[in-house]
Each structure stands twice: as C-alpha cells, then as structure tokens.
C-alpha cells in the first residue's frame, strides 16, 4: 500500500512539474523575468514561490476531493461562488489559451535559433504529437512527464553544478547589479506563484478528482513543490553568470552554449520536451472544461483549442511572454488569495 501510494505520488509530482515548467522555464526567460534579473534578491523569491507551490498545490488538490469538483469551473465556482466563478472560469479560460500561444511560439524561436528550422514547422510538430497524446487522456500526460521530468532535473542540476565551478560565482550569485524595477521584486514571488498555480489548476483538478485519495495527493503536492523549488534555484544559479542576461529570448541555452557546449543539442531537445509537457497540460485542462458545455467529440475540441493556440504563436515569443505573463500573475493573484483564504 505505501508503495502504491508513492509510486502515485510521483505521479503527480511529475505532472505538477511538467505543467508548471513550460517554454517561459525551459528557455530561462520566466525565471529570469520574475527572478534572477534582481540578482540576490532573487533567491528569497525562490524559496517564498517555492513554499507556496508546496503548500497551495496541495490545497488546491485536497480541496477538489473534498468539494468532488472534476472541473477547474467547478473549483470556480466554491472559491469564488457562483456568479463570481463563471466570470473567473472565462478569464482562466483566456488565460490558458494566452499560455498555449505563447508555449507553441516559444516552440518556434527554438526550431529557429536552435536547429535552424522554420518556426511553424515546429509548431505543427508540436500540434500534431500534441493532438496524439492528449487523446489518451490521462495517461498520455503522465506517460510524457515520467519520461521528460526526470530528465529535466537531472539536467538543470548538472548545468547549476558547472555554474558553481566558475570563478566569478560567488560575485555574480551575491554581488550582481538588480537590472528590474526594484517594486516588483517584492510581488514576483506571489504573482509567479499564482500565475502557474491558477493555470495548473486546470490539470491539478481533475487530477486530484481522479486519484480521490488525500494521502498520496499531500506526498505528490510536496515531492513537486519541493522540486520546482530546487528546479528554480538550480535555474538562478546558472542564470545569473551570464551578462546581460535579460536581452535573450533563450537565456538558458546561452548557459549551455558557454559552460556545456557538448550538451548544446541535447538541451535543445530537452527544452522542446519541457515546452511539450506544458502544451498538452494546457491543452487536456481546456478540453476537459470544453467538454462539460459541447457535445462535440474530442477531436474536434481539440482542433479547435490548437488552432487558436496556432493563431496566437504567430506573435514573437519575447513579446507574448513579456507582456502576458506579467499581466496574468497579477490576476492570478486574486485567485491565490482567495484559495488562501479557503
């Protein structure tokens, strides 16, 4: 029984990771967006987002047991109540799409800058793998994140490890100039938090509803938040030996290109697999909602949720991301107080 119940933990805990962890994380834009461009400071939004992804990921997941919500409407609807959970279900509803845009446009700079591809040919890669895998259901997205997480973690663990052997560490991890506007350090923990905790909430619902069991839920709550924590510090500390860094749309990969230049390709591929867990997160939390209002069968939901993906990825990744994902971690903020609260 304790193995069954670990063995479904790190399930979830792989799932939880591979929703949060997207292009905007893979390609080191996000962390640096929220995180490392405030140097020291950085490090202590880490570890507050990082506590808050523990705790308020294993609430949002026992509260949909308790409240049997199968749907993030559903959960809406008791956080907010019913007039006031409709009009949050829509704007989560905008916002997922928002992120799937951004998501597959970030799949297009990589096919570009990195394997020197047309971006829409990755991006019609990535839909078509997509539409395979989220027709599984379930399983297709754990079968993807067992395989990708790992991975993942081993690797940004390893890029952390060179970035320490480095001279200038210390200076650059202790000493590096806050290049951000020094109001926003103090609401970067909160807002990255809510922004990624109100989107995975679309996957952490039905999740949570499906495994039905608290137990497992807290253990797989706590392995994900406490290796995203280490994720994003392991991020921070490479990030914050590059110059500059702020003016790459692929931060990450210029890590890599300086400290780790033989891992050049594999971390291409690792990062199209980071944005690739997200994409069909994304995507299975807004079919499941879709499917609760239309009649239609899967595949034509699913045509539809890529195809607007599909539209939005034709705006540059840098630009999506720096202005929607500011924006979406301040309305998220409403929704963490209001589960905080709960």
């Known amino acids: 029984m304790a193995l069954r119940t670990w063995g479904g933990a790190c399930q979830i805990a792989a799932v939880y990771i591979g929703t949060i962890i997207g292009a905007g994380f893979a390609t080191g834009k996000e962390i640096v967006q929220f995180f490392s461009q405030y140097g020291l400071y950085g490090l202590g939004g880490i570890v507050v987002s990082g506590w808050l992804?523990?705790?308020?990921?294993?609430?949002?997941?026992?509260?949909?047991?308790?409240?049997?919500?199968?749907?993030?409407?559903?959960?809406?609807?008791?956080l907010f109540g019913e007039k006031f959970g409709l009009a949050a279900t829509f704007i989560q509803f905008l916002m997922l799409v928002g992120v799937t845009g951004v998501m597959l446009s970030g799949t297009g700079a990589l096919f570009e800058e990195r394997f020197h591809i047309p971006g829409n040919a990755g991006i019609g890669l990535t839909l078509v793998i997509g539409?395979?895998?989220?027709?599984?259901?379930?399983?297709?997205?754990?079968?993807?994140?067992?395989?990708?997480?790992?991975?993942?973690?081993?690797?940004?663990?390893?890029?952390?490890?060179?970035?320490?052997?480095?001279?200038?560490?210390?200076?650059n991890l202790f000493t590096r100039v806050t290049e951000g506007p020094a109001w926003k350090l103090w609401t970067s923990p909160f807002s990255y938090a809510a922004f990624n905790l109100a989107l995975a909430q679309a996957v952490l619902v039905p999740l949570a509803f499906g495994i039905n069991d608290k137990e497992t839920i807290k253990k797989g709550a706590f392995l994900g938040g406490a290796a995203l924590t280490?994720?994003?510090?392991?991020?921070?500390?490479?990030?914050?030996?590059?110059?500059?860094?702020?003016?790459?749309?692929?931060?990450?990969?210029?890590?890599?290109?300086?400290?780790?230049?033989?891992?050049?390709?594999?971390?291409?591929?690792?990062?199209?697999?980071?944005?690739?867990?997200?994409?069909?997160?994304n995507v299975y939390g807004l079919k499941q909602q879709l499917s609760t209002h239309f009649s239609w069968s899967p595949s034509v939901l699913l045509l539809l949720i890529f195809s607007a993906g599909f539209l939005l990825s034709q705006i540059s990744y840098g630009t999506l991301l720096s202005l929607l994902y500011p924006l979406f971690g301040l309305i998220s903020l409403v929704f963490l107080i209001l589960l905080w609260r709960k």
């Open 230 to 281: 280490c994720l994003m510090l392991a991020s921070h500390i490479s990030l914050v030996q590059l110059p500059n860094v702020s003016e790459y749309d692929i931060p990450m990969a210029q890590i890599v290109e300086r400290l780790m230049p033989a891992f050049h390709f594999i971390y291409a591929f690792l990062i199209y697999g980071e944005i690739f867990t997200s994409v069909v997160g």
């Open 53 to 78: 992804f523990i705790f308020l990921g294993a609430k949002i997941m026992l509260k949909a047991v308790e409240v049997r919500a199968a749907s993030f409407e559903e959960f809406n609807s008791y």
């Open 131 to 171: 539409f395979l895998i989220v027709r599984k259901g379930m399983s297709g997205l754990f079968a993807v994140n067992i395989f990708v997480v790992p991975l993942m973690i081993i690797f940004h663990l390893y890029a952390a490890g060179e970035a320490a052997a480095q001279p200038a560490f210390l200076e």
